[in-house]
């Protein structure tokens, strides 16, 4: 189990940044207005509303922009402000080490899984896959996981507790640390300094707007490479928005998972209520689970 970064209190600091695709303030203020509302002070980074064509400004600056946050010894979280494109272009001109002596919360999900990966690896650090900024609270169906970000970053245990009954899940149980993220990135990470390990973990995975053909070619090249061999368990999040060529390609997204991981005995579970979907919940990566999956799925995050 990696490191949990300290709980905050009342009146700590959450910082802001968008390390990938631009914001505006509008997308931002609720957001903002709502932590404020729950007694947090909010720093946001120099250049978050910068623009260069799709990005929120220049790598240097958009680097900067994290850097400084991560240095700032008064800024306790990070939640970024929105994925899309970019974090892979930045993430080795960040010098994370200072998180090690002081950790703190980064906050964020989809193209924000460079980061997760990044600092499982080499950190040691537990991070936050939840919504960021930009879904915060502009969807009121976002209220659930966003009242589950507060708890876990003020030090309350979490537990969730799901019927699913999806023919394709594979009943057990077991425990190990939980790792992942959106699946199109880490297969963008094989072979990089961020590559994830895989091995003895409980993985979670997630995806949106593929092609089915792509999928099949990234649970084979994870096969392949020996990342679902020695798994503890598997928990598939929201698949969601999936594409097909003119010759369908003749499975989905989930039986495409199931087909890659038929051979080992480890515990399955699909649609997890986490990902591109209406229902994200957020989950703490780094930290050991006890995953079970049987009539309902339970996941209990073990630590204190």
């Known amino acids: 189990m990696k490191t949990i970064p300290p709980f905050l209190q009342p009146r700590d600091c959450i910082g802001i940044c968008a390390p990938a695709r631009k914001v505006s303030s509008d ?24 623009q260069n064509n799709q990005f929120s400004g220049t790598g240097e600056e958009r680097a900067s922009d994290l850097q400084s946050l991560i240095n700032d010894p008064k800024v306790k979280a990070i939640i970024f402000a929105r994925g899309g494109y970019g974090c892979v272009r930045i993430v080795d001109q960040i010098d994370f080490s ?26 040691g650090i537990c991070t936050l ?3 960021m900024m930009i879904n ?15 708890d876990i970053i003020t030090g309350k245990n979490i537990r969730y ?26 297969y963008a990470l094989a072979g990089t300094p961020s590559d994830l390990a895989t091995d003895g973990k409980i993985l979670f995975i997630e995806d949106l707007d593929e092609y089915l053909y792509h999928i099949d070619r990234i649970m084979m090249q994870l096969k392949r490479a020996d990342k679902l061999k020695n798994l ?11 594409r097909d060529n003119a010759i369908p390609y ?10 890659a991981v038929a051979e080992y005995d480890y ?12 229902r994200n919940l957020p989950l703490v990566l780094g930290t050991d689970v006890r995953l079970e999956v049987e009539n309902e799925v339970t996941l209990n995050f073990l630590y204190e």
């Open 27 to 50: 997308e931002m203020k609720d957001g903002i207005n709502w932590l404020d509302s729950k007694g947090f002070n909010v720093k946001e980074s120099r250049h978050l509303y910068g």
């Open 98 to 123: 200072s998180l090690e002596k002081n950790p703190k919360w980064l906050i964020g999900f989809s193209d924000i899984t460079v980061l997760h990966s990044h600092l499982n690896i080499h950190h």
């Open 129 to 131: 896959h939840a919504p």
């Open 136 to 150: 915060l609270m502009n969807d009121k169906r976002n209220e659930e996981a966003a009242s589950k970000i507060i």
């Open 161 to 186: 507790s799901e019927k699913n009954l999806n023919a394709l899940n594979r009943n057990g149980i077991c425990e190990g640390e939980l790792v992942g993220g959106n699946l199109s990135l880490l």
């Open 232 to 242: 503890k368990g598997l928990i598939v999040g929201g698949m969601s928005d999936m």
């Open 250 to 259: 003749g499975k989905s997204a989930i039986e495409i998972i199931a087909e």
């Open 267 to 278: 515990p399955v579970c699909f649609d997890f209520p986490s990902g591109h979907i209406d």
